[in-house]
């Protein structure tokens, strides 16, 4: 049966009806209040979830010199304390807190942040949850930013000779350091490391391979005053293994890798023959610097960067990228925030990083916000023009000339202390300012870090002279301490920090134990002049693999200037059952018994000289001969390498 239409007046009575309930609705939706949205419902990690909101959305108004309101977020201390309006958290009751019901929008008049897109629902449940979990807040963190560093050198007085009679700068200026610091001179006195201890760590150190038994022995046998001098020398002018060693730090911070992204289709060079050479002949590092912004053919594969196969984010073009990797790596700023927006972190501005990535490229660059074009092309310039300006009309060549001699120019005392710091850091296990890459932060001692900066200066960027400074003062002497956690206030320097081995300074360790070397390289360095003998290949020219992986090697697609300390369970697994390791011990255990030892103690007895520097005590050497057993079969030899490899004092500089 057909369904009768009803009249248009009805209808159309309906359908306004109908029009005026969505209005009503709309309207009341306009103006109920907003509701406080749940409160997360995990544990808060203050460092991954808090603080990224707070930096990015609260910093500017109320940190450093701004305190919008009288509130304060640069410590903990600072958000208690409250505004000018009193409290504006209540710990354990969010629901009460100020905060929360401005960054909710209970109050239209009163929203935060004031500037810039609102907090989500998501963002304001993590707030929430941390604030009714008590506010917890990482041990010494702040974001208040230290002043920035003088640009320019600046060149202490050294104090008089030390009590102890050490001469070394290094000493005389840590003298007041230790005294305003209460270490007393006895618990200085005795704190130094034993011969054993002292080569292998500098031998680690600085070429990156364990000291033969023979070469320990003799210097545990001489008694002359300088022997520890005299091994400083002589390490380090070994160019051969010197090169080989720092080229992994180099590889690292250059960016430089034998295969990867962009070596397909040739968008990506190598600098591996130039960086070898450069290090043998210890190339003044202002040359060094200024042959890779400034580049030859053979070194311009670091500002050239890395060319993406496919669409990338603006603030990853090869320019941009340029300009990145030389702010961090040569003058410890980070650029990488404020190359997508003024940057939350730093008083570096999206302008900025254009202005430096301009002198880079060849063609004008539009300035991206958030990887958005704004139609806007910031003026090309350096960060620093007071060191030199930039000529914008000249062509891109003589403008990286320009910028090579500005930033290297002995009048940049930011250039100087940058590397200095990256060498302490390397030698001692901490940077004398941390992070490494953030040089604005307050040096433990900041008349050492002028003083080997200036030092450096005068001895036209020596750098083997800074490192034989620091190897030779009573501060790198000393036994070392802790482990490198993450850069805490209140540093007390007592000695060098317990490193672990880099992964190229662990894989040479078993080789050099085992006798079994790579047969092939990913890279040949060429020696410039005839050896003797060849030295054998070591894991600095070899491709990465599983095992150098797990151990810190990177993929070097971004810059590093310097590596965790602290293991994984990925390398334990990979150390456990990889099969890398595995072949190796096999491989050794097998070299070592062609050798016809005379009894397991003889081959116990070698194999502990070459791992550790040192002879098995009675009670290890009973262990290991019980272990072996007499008969010698391979098995027991290879579990025995397997097991001294996994020794913390095997894998430890301390």
């Known amino acids: 049966m057909r369904r009768h239409s009803r009249p248009a007046c009805v ?33 808060i990690d203050f460092h991954k979830e808090v603080a990224p909101i ?19 977020i640069e410590d903990r201390a600072a958000v208690l304390k409250g505004g000018d309006t009193g409290a504006t958290v209540v710990p354990g009751k969010s629901e009460e807190s100020l905060l929360i019901r401005l960054v909710s929008g209970l109050d239209s008049d009163r929203v935060m942040p004031a500037k810039g897109p609102r907090l989500t629902p998501d963002q304001i449940g993590v707030l929430r949850a941390w604030i009714d979990q008590g506010l917890p807040w990482e041990p010494g963190f702040t974001f208040h930013r230290a002043p920035a560093a003088p640009l320019h050198l600046r060149r202490p007085t050294l104090p008089p000779a030390a009590a102890n009679g050490s001469t070394n700068p290094i000493d005389l200026l840590l003298g007041p350091f230790f005294a305003s610091n209460h270490v007393s001179g006895v618990e200085l006195a005795g704190n130094i490391a034993g011969d054993r201890t002292f080569i292998r760590r500098v031998s680690l150190d600085l070429i990156g391979l364990l000291p033969e038994p023979e070469q320990v022995e003799k210097f545990v046998a001489d008694t002359s005053p300088d022997k520890r001098e005299r091994l400083v020398e002589r390490l380090l002018a070994d160019n051969e293994r010197y090169a080989e060693h720092w080229m992994t730090f180099w590889n690292d911070a250059l960016r430089n890798a034998y295969r990867g992204t962009g070596y397909i289709d040739g968008g990506r060079t190598q600098i591996s023959a130039w960086l070898y050479q450069s290090l043998y002949w210890n190339m003044p590092y202002d040359e060094f610097v200024r042959d890779l912004i400034d580049p030859k053919p053979e070194s311009a594969g670091f500002i050239r960067g890395v060319v993406w196969r496919g669409v990338v984010n603006a603030s990853q073009v090869p320019a941009m990228q340029a300009a990145q990797n030389v702010s961090q790596v040569f003058m410890g700023i980070n650029l990488k925030c404020a190359s997508c927006h003024d940057s939350f972190i730093n008083d570096w501005t999206l302008n900025d990083s254009y202005g430096l990535a301009g002198i880079f490229s060849d063609t004008p660059l539009e300035v991206h916000r958030c ?37 290297t120019s002995p009048e940049d005392g930011r250039f100087a202390r940058t590397i200095v710091n990256h060498l302490w850091a390397q030698m001692l296990g901490r940077g004398l300012i941390e992070p490494v890459d953030d040089m604005d932060q307050g040096a433990w001692n900041a008349d050492l870090l002028d003083w080997l900066a200036a030092d450096l200066v005068d001895h036209h960027f020596d750098l083997k002279r800074t490192l034989k400074v620091i190897c030779t003062s009573r501060a790198y002497a000393m036994r070392s301490v802790g482990a490198r956690g993450p850069a805490e206030s209140g540093f007390v320097f007592r000695g060098p920090l317990v490193q672990r081995m880099t992964a190229e300074q662990f894989i040479d360790g078993v080789f050099s134990v085992t006798g079994v070397w790579p047969h092939s390289a990913a890279f040949q360095s060429p020696r410039p002049t005839k050896a003797e003998k060849e030295n054998p290949i070591r894991a600095v020219f070899l491709n990465d693999d599983a095992l150098s992986r797990a151990l810190g090697r990177t993929d070097r697609e971004q810059v590093l200037t310097h590596r965790d300390n602290l293991a994984t369970t990925l390398q334990t697994l990979e150390l456990t059952n990889g099969t890398t390791l595995d072949d190796l011990v096999k491989q050794g255990a ?47 030899v290879e579990d025995f390498l397997w097991a001294m490899f996994m020794l913390p004092e095997f894998q430890l500089i301390h």
């Open 54 to 72: 707070l930096a990015s959305t609260c910093v500017k108004c109320h940190a450093n010199a701004k305190h919008e309101g009288g509130f304060s």
């Open 11 to 43: 209808v159309l009575a309906a359908g306004l009806v109908s029009i005026a309930i969505a209005i009503c609705q709309l309207l009341a939706s306009e103006t109920s209040p907003p509701a406080i949205p749940p409160a997360a419902d995990h544990k």
């Open 590 to 636: 097998r070299k070592w018994l062609d050798r016809k030892p005379k009894s397991a103690a003889v081959l116990i007895d070698e194999i502990y000289r070459r791992a550790l520097c040192r002879a098995p005590t009675k009670t290890e050497l009973a262990a290991a001969t019980g272990f072996i057993g007499s008969d010698l079969k391979p098995e027991p």
């Open 371 to 407: 990887d958005k074009p704004t139609g806007k092309f910031a003026p090309m310039k350096f960060l620093y023009p007071e060191l030199g300006a930039i000529d914008a009309k000249a062509p891109r060549e003589k403008r990286l000339g320009q910028l090579a001699r500005a930033i």
